[in-house]
Protein backbone atom coordinates (compact mmCIF):
# COMPACT_ATOMS: atom_id res chain seq x y z
CA UNK A 1 0.00 0.00 0.00
CA UNK A 2 2.85 2.29 0.70
CA UNK A 3 4.27 2.11 -2.68
CA UNK A 4 1.13 1.62 -4.77
CA UNK A 5 -0.11 4.36 -2.79
CA UNK A 6 -3.96 2.64 -2.59
CA UNK A 7 -6.27 3.96 -0.17
CA UNK A 8 -6.22 2.48 3.33
CA UNK A 9 -7.64 2.93 6.49
CA UNK A 10 -4.07 4.75 7.56
CA UNK A 11 -3.90 6.63 4.66
CA UNK A 12 -6.93 8.50 5.21
CA UNK A 13 -6.75 12.38 5.97
CA UNK A 14 -8.35 12.16 9.31
CA UNK A 15 -5.94 9.52 10.69
CA UNK A 16 -2.98 11.46 9.38
CA UNK A 17 -4.27 14.57 11.32
CA UNK A 18 -4.73 12.67 14.72
CA UNK A 19 -1.34 11.85 13.80
CA UNK A 20 -0.14 15.27 13.04
CA UNK A 21 -1.85 16.79 16.32
CA UNK A 22 1.17 14.52 18.36
CA UNK A 23 4.07 16.23 17.21
CA UNK A 24 2.42 19.80 17.13
CA UNK A 25 1.26 19.20 20.89
CA UNK A 26 4.80 18.13 21.63
CA UNK A 27 6.24 21.44 20.18
CA UNK A 28 3.61 23.50 22.35
CA UNK A 29 5.10 21.93 25.55
CA UNK A 30 8.33 23.04 24.32
CA UNK A 31 7.60 26.42 23.42
CA UNK A 32 7.96 26.19 19.76
CA UNK A 33 4.18 27.45 19.01
CA UNK A 34 1.57 28.78 20.94
CA UNK A 35 -1.18 27.64 23.00
CA UNK A 36 -3.51 29.71 21.23
CA UNK A 37 -2.03 28.22 17.54
CA UNK A 38 -2.61 24.84 18.60
CA UNK A 39 -6.13 25.27 19.96
CA UNK A 40 -7.02 26.80 16.57
CA UNK A 41 -5.56 23.38 15.17
CA UNK A 42 -7.31 21.37 17.47
CA UNK A 43 -10.72 23.14 16.62
CA UNK A 44 -9.89 22.94 12.90
CA UNK A 45 -9.83 18.77 13.04
CA UNK A 46 -13.22 18.59 14.96
CA UNK A 47 -16.03 16.33 13.67
CA UNK A 48 -17.91 19.77 12.52
CA UNK A 49 -14.40 21.40 12.16
CA UNK A 50 -12.78 23.14 9.09
CA UNK A 51 -11.02 20.37 8.49
CA UNK A 52 -13.93 17.87 8.15
CA UNK A 53 -14.10 18.44 4.00
CA UNK A 54 -11.48 15.71 4.09
CA UNK A 55 -13.43 13.12 6.13
CA UNK A 56 -13.78 11.04 3.22
CA UNK A 57 -10.68 11.72 1.38
CA UNK A 58 -7.27 10.05 1.61
CA UNK A 59 -4.06 12.09 1.72
CA UNK A 60 -2.61 10.67 -2.01
CA UNK A 61 -6.04 12.05 -3.30
CA UNK A 62 -5.17 16.08 -2.27
CA UNK A 63 -4.23 17.66 -5.26
CA UNK A 64 -4.42 21.62 -6.35
CA UNK A 65 -8.11 20.92 -7.74
CA UNK A 66 -9.43 19.37 -4.59
CA UNK A 67 -7.84 22.11 -2.48
CA UNK A 68 -9.97 24.72 -4.79
CA UNK A 69 -13.04 22.99 -4.09
CA UNK A 70 -12.42 23.25 -0.66
CA UNK A 71 -11.19 26.90 -0.59
CA UNK A 72 -15.04 27.32 -2.41
CA UNK A 73 -16.66 24.99 0.91
CA UNK A 74 -15.03 27.21 3.54
CA UNK A 75 -16.08 30.54 1.86
CA UNK A 76 -19.87 29.07 2.15
CA UNK A 77 -19.44 28.33 5.49
CA UNK A 78 -20.93 30.36 8.60
CA UNK A 79 -19.87 31.47 11.78
CA UNK A 80 -22.03 31.13 14.67
CA UNK A 81 -23.67 34.75 14.61
CA UNK A 82 -21.07 36.23 12.21
CA UNK A 83 -21.82 35.57 8.52
CA UNK A 84 -19.86 33.37 6.35
CA UNK A 85 -15.60 33.41 6.84
CA UNK A 86 -13.30 35.62 6.02
CA UNK A 87 -11.18 35.57 3.90
CA UNK A 88 -8.15 35.75 6.63
CA UNK A 89 -9.86 32.97 8.13
CA UNK A 90 -9.79 30.71 4.78
CA UNK A 91 -6.49 31.92 4.68
CA UNK A 92 -5.18 30.32 7.91
CA UNK A 93 -6.86 27.54 7.83
CA UNK A 94 -5.49 26.67 4.33
CA UNK A 95 -1.94 27.75 6.11
CA UNK A 96 -2.44 24.87 8.49
CA UNK A 97 -3.53 22.53 6.21
CA UNK A 98 -0.01 23.07 4.00
CA UNK A 99 2.11 22.79 6.91
CA UNK A 100 -0.06 19.24 7.43
CA UNK A 101 0.82 18.40 3.94
CA UNK A 102 4.59 19.65 4.18
CA UNK A 103 4.91 17.08 7.75
CA UNK A 104 3.88 14.10 5.57
CA UNK A 105 6.13 15.11 3.30
CA UNK A 106 9.01 15.33 5.50
CA UNK A 107 8.10 12.01 6.78
CA UNK A 108 7.56 10.31 3.30
CA UNK A 109 3.91 9.84 3.16
CA UNK A 110 3.28 12.08 0.11
CA UNK A 111 5.64 12.63 -2.59
CA UNK A 112 4.74 16.48 -2.49
CA UNK A 113 2.87 18.94 -1.49
CA UNK A 114 0.74 20.42 -3.77
CA UNK A 115 0.07 23.76 -5.64
CA UNK A 116 -2.32 26.41 -3.06
CA UNK A 117 -4.67 27.95 -4.31
CA UNK A 118 -4.49 31.59 -3.72
CA UNK A 119 -6.66 33.67 -1.13
CA UNK A 120 -7.03 36.72 -1.31
CA UNK A 121 -7.64 39.13 1.52
CA UNK A 122 -7.72 42.80 2.11
CA UNK A 123 -5.15 43.78 4.90
CA UNK A 124 -6.52 46.29 7.23
CA UNK A 125 -3.73 49.56 8.07
CA UNK A 126 -1.98 49.70 10.72
CA UNK A 127 -3.42 51.84 13.84
CA UNK A 128 -0.37 53.64 15.46
CA UNK A 129 -0.03 56.50 17.65
CA UNK A 130 1.30 59.57 17.73
CA UNK A 131 4.37 60.42 20.20
CA UNK A 132 2.36 62.59 21.81
CA UNK A 133 -0.75 60.10 21.93
CA UNK A 134 1.35 57.56 23.46
CA UNK A 135 3.01 59.53 25.82
CA UNK A 136 -0.55 60.49 26.72
CA UNK A 137 -1.67 57.16 27.56
CA UNK A 138 0.86 56.06 29.30
CA UNK A 139 0.89 58.91 31.65
CA UNK A 140 -2.98 58.30 32.28
CA UNK A 141 -1.68 55.22 33.84
CA UNK A 142 -0.44 54.95 37.50
CA UNK A 143 3.00 55.01 38.13
CA UNK A 144 3.20 52.15 40.43
CA UNK A 145 1.33 49.84 37.25
CA UNK A 146 3.65 51.81 34.72
CA UNK A 147 6.15 50.33 34.36
CA UNK A 148 5.06 46.98 31.94
CA UNK A 149 3.61 49.22 29.36
CA UNK A 150 6.83 51.34 29.44
CA UNK A 151 8.70 47.84 28.47
CA UNK A 152 6.35 47.11 26.27
CA UNK A 153 6.69 50.61 24.42
CA UNK A 154 10.55 49.28 24.12
CA UNK A 155 9.29 46.76 21.97
CA UNK A 156 8.89 44.47 24.11
CA UNK A 157 5.59 41.90 23.72
CA UNK A 158 3.28 41.30 26.29
CA UNK A 159 3.83 38.07 27.56
CA UNK A 160 7.75 38.82 27.34
CA UNK A 161 6.99 41.96 29.54
CA UNK A 162 5.50 39.64 32.20
CA UNK A 163 8.11 36.79 32.27
CA UNK A 164 10.62 39.54 33.30
CA UNK A 165 12.27 38.57 36.74
CA UNK A 166 14.43 41.27 39.07
CA UNK A 167 17.35 39.41 38.17
CA UNK A 168 16.42 40.00 33.84
CA UNK A 169 17.43 43.47 34.77
CA UNK A 170 21.47 43.85 34.90
CA UNK A 171 23.47 47.22 34.23
CA UNK A 172 20.14 49.21 33.11
CA UNK A 173 19.08 46.52 30.90
CA UNK A 174 16.33 44.17 30.00
CA UNK A 175 17.26 40.84 29.04
CA UNK A 176 14.86 39.23 27.87
CA UNK A 177 14.90 35.36 26.97
CA UNK A 178 11.53 34.02 28.42
CA UNK A 179 7.86 34.52 27.61
CA UNK A 180 4.08 33.45 30.03
CA UNK A 181 2.69 31.28 27.64
CA UNK A 182 -0.94 31.75 28.46
CA UNK A 183 -3.20 34.15 29.18
CA UNK A 184 -3.08 33.48 33.33
CA UNK A 185 -0.70 34.92 35.87
CA UNK A 186 0.22 30.56 36.83
CA UNK A 187 0.84 29.87 32.95
CA UNK A 188 4.22 28.51 32.21
CA UNK A 189 7.53 30.71 31.31
CA UNK A 190 9.22 29.35 28.49
CA UNK A 191 11.75 30.33 25.70
CA UNK A 192 10.86 33.33 23.88
CA UNK A 193 8.82 33.57 20.95
CA UNK A 194 11.50 33.60 18.07
CA UNK A 195 13.86 31.03 20.42
CA UNK A 196 16.47 33.56 21.27
CA UNK A 197 17.47 36.10 23.40
CA UNK A 198 18.11 40.07 23.47
CA UNK A 199 18.90 43.06 25.33
CA UNK A 200 16.84 46.00 25.47
CA UNK A 201 18.18 48.94 27.13
CA UNK A 202 15.99 51.07 29.14
CA UNK A 203 15.81 54.69 28.99
CA UNK A 204 15.58 56.80 31.86
CA UNK A 205 12.09 56.79 32.61
CA UNK A 206 11.86 52.70 32.61
CA UNK A 207 15.35 52.89 34.70
CA UNK A 208 13.16 55.02 37.49
CA UNK A 209 10.98 53.22 37.37
CA UNK A 210 12.80 49.98 38.14
CA UNK A 211 14.77 51.76 40.67
CA UNK A 212 11.80 52.65 42.26
CA UNK A 213 10.43 48.93 42.54
CA UNK A 214 13.89 47.49 43.52
CA UNK A 215 13.30 49.72 46.37
CA UNK A 216 9.85 48.02 47.17
CA UNK A 217 11.86 44.73 46.94
CA UNK A 218 12.18 42.79 49.70
CA UNK A 219 15.80 41.99 51.16
CA UNK A 220 14.88 38.18 50.53
CA UNK A 221 13.13 39.13 47.01
CA UNK A 222 16.39 41.15 46.08
CA UNK A 223 18.47 37.94 46.56
CA UNK A 224 16.07 35.52 45.32
CA UNK A 225 15.77 37.38 42.03
CA UNK A 226 14.52 34.28 40.19
CA UNK A 227 10.75 33.75 40.10
CA UNK A 228 10.43 37.46 41.94
CA UNK A 229 8.47 39.31 38.83
CA UNK A 230 10.30 42.68 37.77
CA UNK A 231 6.75 44.08 36.84
CA UNK A 232 4.33 42.89 39.39
CA UNK A 233 0.62 43.57 39.56
CA UNK A 234 0.37 45.10 43.05
CA UNK A 235 -3.34 44.85 43.20
CA UNK A 236 -3.51 41.08 42.14
CA UNK A 237 -4.44 38.87 44.54
CA UNK A 238 -2.71 35.41 42.99
CA UNK A 239 0.69 34.52 44.61
CA UNK A 240 2.52 34.97 41.47
CA UNK A 241 1.66 39.06 41.50
CA UNK A 242 2.11 38.56 37.84
CA UNK A 243 -0.01 40.54 35.51
CA UNK A 244 -2.13 38.57 33.21
CA UNK A 245 -3.17 39.53 29.35
CA UNK A 246 -6.42 40.71 30.63
CA UNK A 247 -5.59 42.59 33.23
CA UNK A 248 -3.13 44.73 30.97
CA UNK A 249 -5.66 45.08 28.26
CA UNK A 250 -7.92 46.68 30.95
CA UNK A 251 -5.50 49.07 32.35
CA UNK A 252 -4.24 50.18 28.58
CA UNK A 253 -8.02 50.22 27.45
CA UNK A 254 -8.89 52.34 31.00
CA UNK A 255 -6.36 54.96 30.13
CA UNK A 256 -6.46 55.24 26.60
CA UNK A 257 -10.73 55.84 26.93
CA UNK A 258 -9.28 58.51 29.46
CA UNK A 259 -7.57 60.54 27.34
CA UNK A 260 -9.86 59.63 23.71
CA UNK A 261 -7.13 56.90 22.05
CA UNK A 262 -8.93 53.97 20.77
CA UNK A 263 -6.13 52.02 19.45
CA UNK A 264 -5.29 48.50 21.37
CA UNK A 265 -2.22 48.02 23.29
CA UNK A 266 0.25 45.92 21.12
CA UNK A 267 -0.17 48.71 18.21
CA UNK A 268 0.01 51.25 20.78
CA UNK A 269 3.40 50.47 22.27
CA UNK A 270 5.63 48.00 19.87
CA UNK A 271 3.85 48.75 16.81
CA UNK A 272 3.70 52.41 17.15
CA UNK A 273 7.56 52.55 18.50
CA UNK A 274 9.31 50.74 15.88
CA UNK A 275 7.09 52.21 13.68
CA UNK A 276 8.61 55.70 14.59
CA UNK A 277 12.01 54.43 14.89
CA UNK A 278 11.90 53.67 11.18
CA UNK A 279 10.13 56.86 10.45
CA UNK A 280 13.43 58.37 12.29
CA UNK A 281 16.04 56.68 9.94
CA UNK A 282 16.78 53.57 11.94
CA UNK A 283 17.72 51.08 9.20
CA UNK A 284 15.38 47.91 9.29
CA UNK A 285 18.55 45.60 10.17
CA UNK A 286 18.50 46.96 13.58
CA UNK A 287 14.97 47.08 13.89
CA UNK A 288 14.70 43.60 13.05
CA UNK A 289 17.41 43.05 16.20
CA UNK A 290 15.86 45.10 18.50
CA UNK A 291 11.74 43.57 17.76
CA UNK A 292 13.51 40.38 18.13
CA UNK A 293 12.38 39.11 15.09
CA UNK A 294 13.94 35.81 13.08
CA UNK A 295 12.72 36.54 9.99
CA UNK A 296 13.14 40.20 7.68
CA UNK A 297 9.44 40.18 6.71
CA UNK A 298 7.64 40.48 10.19
CA UNK A 299 9.93 43.48 10.59
CA UNK A 300 8.74 44.47 6.83
CA UNK A 301 5.28 43.61 7.83
CA UNK A 302 5.05 45.94 10.93
CA UNK A 303 6.27 49.28 10.23
CA UNK A 304 4.26 50.51 7.28
CA UNK A 305 6.30 53.54 5.60
CA UNK A 306 4.26 53.88 2.74
CA UNK A 307 2.11 56.72 3.47
CA UNK A 308 4.69 58.69 5.32
CA UNK A 309 7.40 58.44 2.47
CA UNK A 310 4.62 59.53 0.41
CA UNK A 311 3.43 62.58 2.67
CA UNK A 312 7.31 63.38 2.90
CA UNK A 313 7.41 63.12 -1.02
CA UNK A 314 4.96 65.49 -0.93
CA UNK A 315 6.06 68.50 1.17
CA UNK A 316 8.88 68.46 -0.57
CA UNK A 317 7.70 68.58 -3.99
CA UNK A 318 5.63 71.77 -2.30
CA UNK A 319 9.19 73.63 -1.65
Keep these: AFFLRRPTAATRVPAKLRRFLEPERQRMEDGDISPRT ?23 QVNFAALEDWRAWLGKRRQRGKGRLGAKTVKNAMGQFRAFLSWLEERGDIDHVPKFPRVPWDQKPPQILTPEGQRAVLDAIPWEDRGIFLACRHTLRPGEARALDLGDYRETNLYVHAAMKRQSSSSEIRGAKERNWRVVG ?46 MTKAWNVAAKSVGVTVSLYPGTKHTTLTHLARQGVDAKRLQRFAGHADRRSTDHYVVLADQDTVDMMRRGRE
Excluded: M
Excluded at 38 to 60: A, K, N, T
Design 38 to 60: FGELERYCRPDGYFSFWDDWHVH
Design 202 to 247: ADEELQAWIEWRLSKAGAEERLRKRGVPLFPNWKARNETRRWTTST
